[in-house]
């Protein structure tokens, strides 16, 4: 195979802009023919976006060749292409399908009137002989501007013994344009039939058909707003430093460790390190969090984050592709084109939907013509046409994925990245939520929360001498403390005769003092009185904080507690879980004591302690087998197998790549309060969905059989061909109209 060509990978994944579509039914067609190709694993095709994912080894050429063999046509869809470009070209089709509408709407409108007045001649007039053939060759040009493509489309799906929307549409129209041709030609013969011609039926049907295509064309430019802005968040250019000179370089030409200058009001071009200046950074398009970040040396930045203030140097880690944000919307794509479990039963009718109309046309039209009133041919006819017409599962098609887009769309502008439309259906179903407790509920950085000065020291001094004596430690616990000395500007003293002294503490000399920092045992076997901190280091503990004594020569200076704090929104989104129903356990491998310190403070009741990452996955297990609807919410290594476990795995996006990997949603700004939001989206999501669907079901089951005339023997009524096209777009028009709701709906 040629090493110059693209091949999807089997984690990547491969995009193909999908042309051609026009209904449900085409998706069936263009999945077929993309799983026909070898190397194939998967493939997804999303009506509402007209685009396709691929996963497997394969040359894009045979894909794209595929989807051409079953009449239509490919392209690949690479990197961060340009948002103005797919909108012109949204904008050109609309403005296409419209003008078609509006030349079928030009000649049928008047021709419909007229005829609707009795101001048009007889067929079988003298006038009528010239006029009848003039507006049959007039309709056969419109027929072919304004309906060519469906006509192309039906004749290909024919040769490959396939039928979709298209089919219906030129099997409708076109018997429609033959049938009044073969009238006006033997209109001596038909007499007893009344003959009427319908030349406007059949282009007023196209009129409807291509404003409705309109209206979804458009609906689908809205809908994909979300991965637009996302783009556009994407500078064009960027800042470099090369040799010492600043220059400005296309954004596709920024290597790794390229070093990059961000000024104040500048979007920050790809992800790094800053390493030399600071600034505060807006991140809120990328995390939904408000509050504009500090970003000092060493500092994590991400690419299409607008940098508010100051001016800094950035060395770049991630580039292209592999950008945060390039990462965040291939996964809305991905959400937006995957198929929840309940899009199949749509694509199952679907896939049969267009074989059964036909059917159901062609006894549609045997009934009325063998027993059916005069003109019964006429008759016949028109409940036949009108069958196939209002039958186009169009609204069926985009029921679904209309609604996940928009869904998605929402979920990534609050910080909420939802990797499959699997989880965006089952998160609302969840019945128990399992919380990790350190970097979920708690802040994951332990802080310094009470320093306790005795006797003859204060309580600065207590704080240089634990600083002091942890300088040289890497333990997360004298991260704490240096923290808090360096925010309180405390000067350190130097620590000679440093000695660790495992799982006890450390012993050092400061200022020709034996300074000991750490734990009851170490005082114990320091021969250190410490009986009389004991209460205080207990209520401590109780309080879920981690205490440690400072002793100097043989005397307790002072007690130094570190505790991690729980985050801000962790006890209100606990409460806002619980008040929809849902049941809250925390899982956490900290002590007990610890852990029901942190759980009584966020709200939450169950509490299982000391649990290993290979239980927190059974745990998961063990609530499934009970019949729950398990959620984990995570964000560490050890938290990745009960992610994976979990019916939906929520990963806090401030935690581990690995976590991040197992989850099916990502909460980009770390806040549990986007959980129950994700969850609430979710249960509006499908119950969007459902109306959606139950529209579409309702409309085709009571349609087609008013279309077939069930109403004419009780009051006389028959659907107008022209009416069926309308109401057809119309019902299309409605499902986009009913999932954009979910951009408004209130989640909390």
């Known amino acids: 195979m040629s090493t110059n060509k693209q091949e999807s990978s089997e984690d990547e994944g491969l995009r193909l802009s999908i042309l051609g579509m026009n209904c449900a039914g085409c998706v069936g067609s263009v999945e077929g023919a993309l799983k026909s190709v070898d190397g194939v694993d998967s493939a997804s095709v999303n009506f509402a976006d007209h685009t396709a994912l691929v996963t497997g080894t394969v040359d894009p050429e045979l894909l794209k060749q595929a989807v051409q063999e079953a009449g239509f046509d490919a392209a690949v869809m690479e990197g961060l292409e340009d948002p103005s470009e797919q909108e012109e070209q949204e904008m050109q089709r609309y403005l296409r399908l419209m003008q078609k509408a509006k030349v079928a709407a030009i000649f049928g409108v008047p021709l419909m009137t007229l005829s609707h007045l009795g101001w048009l001649p007889a067929i079988s007039s003298g006038a009528g002989s010239w006029f009848w053939p003039f507006v049959a060759i007039i309709s056969l040009g419109i027929l072919r501007y304004s309906g060519g493509h469906f006509y192309t489309s039906a004749v290909k799906q024919l040769m490959l013994g396939q039928a979709n929307m298209d089919t219906l549409i030129a099997l409708g129209t076109g018997s429609a344009w033959l049938y009044s041709c073969v009238i006006i030609d033997y209109s001596s013969h038909l007499t007893q039939f009344a003959p009427h011609a319908y030349f406007e039926a059949s282009v007023l049907i196209l009129a409807f058909i291509n404003f409705g295509s309109a209206l979804e064309t458009r609906a689908r430019g809205q809908t994909s707003s979300a991965i637009r802005e996302l783009i556009g968040l994407q500078p064009r250019t960027a800042r470099v430093v ?156 985009l029921a679904t994925p209309i609604s996940v887009m928009v869904s998605v769309g929402r979920a990534a502008q609050m910080g909420v990245l939802i990797r499959n ?41 207590v704080l240089q001498l634990a600083a002091s004596i942890e300088s040289g430690s890497e333990h997360p616990l004298a991260a704490a403390i240096l923290a808090a000395a360096e925010e309180k500007e405390i000067k350190l003293d130097k620590a000679t005769a440093f000695e660790a002294i495992a799982g006890h503490g450390i012993a050092a000399t400061i200022a020709d003092q034996q300074v000991f920092f750490g734990n009851q045992a170490l005082m114990a076997e320091k021969n250190i009185e410490y009986d009389q901190h004991i209460a205080k280091i207990d209520q401590l503990s109780a309080l879920g904080q981690t205490a440690m004594m400072l002793a100097v020569d043989d005397q307790v200076a002072g007690i130094i507690a570190v505790s991690d704090p729980i985050k801000k929104d962790s006890a209100e989104a606990v409460q806002q879980l619980r008040s929809q129903g849902i049941r809250v356990v925390m899982v956490t491998g900290d002590n007990e004591i610890t852990a029901k310190a942190i759980a009584m403070q966020a709200g939450i009741t169950e509490v299982k302690a000391q649990v290993l990452p290979e239980e927190k996955a059974a745990a998961v297990k063990q609530l499934q087998l009970a019949g729950e609807v398990v959620g984990m919410v995570g964000d560490g290594i050890n938290d990745a197998p009960a992610l994976a476990q979990a019916n939906v795995g929520f990963a806090i996006g401030t935690g581990t790549d690995v976590a991040i990997e197992s989850a099916d949603i990502v909460i980009l700004q770390g806040s549990l309060s986007k959980v129950p939001e994700a969850m609430a989206l979710s249960k509006a999501t499908v119950v969007n969905i459902k109306q959606n669907l139950l529209g579409a079901f309702f409309y085709n089951t009571i349609g087609i059989p008013v279309a077939a005339g069930l109403l004419y023997p009780m009051f006389g009524v028959l659907l107008s061909p022209m009416i069926a096209g309308a109401a057809m777009a119309m019902s299309s028009f409605t499902v986009v109209t009913n999932a954009s709701r979910l951009r408004w709906v209130k989640l909390n």
Request: negative net charge.
């Open 242 to 397: 090369r040799d010492g000179v600043e220059q400005d370089i296309a954004i596709e030409e920024v290597g790794l460790a390229e070093t990059i200058r961000v000024r104040p009001g500048e979007k920050i071009a790809v992800d790094g390190i800053l390493i030399e200046g600071h600034s505060s950074v807006d991140e809120s398009m990328l995390t939904g969090e408000a509050i504009p970040i500090e970003k000092t040396e060493g500092s994590k930045v991400a690419a299409g984050t607008m940098n508010l203030k100051g001016s800094f140097l950035f060395k770049a880690t991630r580039i292209g592709r592999d950008t945060a944000l390039a990462q965040i919307i291939k996964s809305v794509r991905n959400a937006q084109g995957s198929k929840p479990e309940i899009a199949k039963l749509a694509d199952k009718i679907s896939s049969i939907f267009v074989p059964v109309v036909v059917c159901i046309s062609l006894f549609t039209f045997c009934v009325w013509y063998l027993f059916g009133p005069d003109p019964s041919m006429g008759y016949a006819f028109v409940t036949s046409m009108t069958v196939l017409v209002i039958a186009c599962p169009c609204a069926l098609g």
């Open 421 to 461: 439309g699997d989880a965006l259906q089952s998160a609302g179903k969840i019945t128990t939520l399992i919380l990790d407790k350190t970097g979920t509920v708690t802040e994951g950085l332990p802080v310094v929360s009470t320093i306790e000065a005795v006797g003859k020291y204060d309580e600065q001094t």
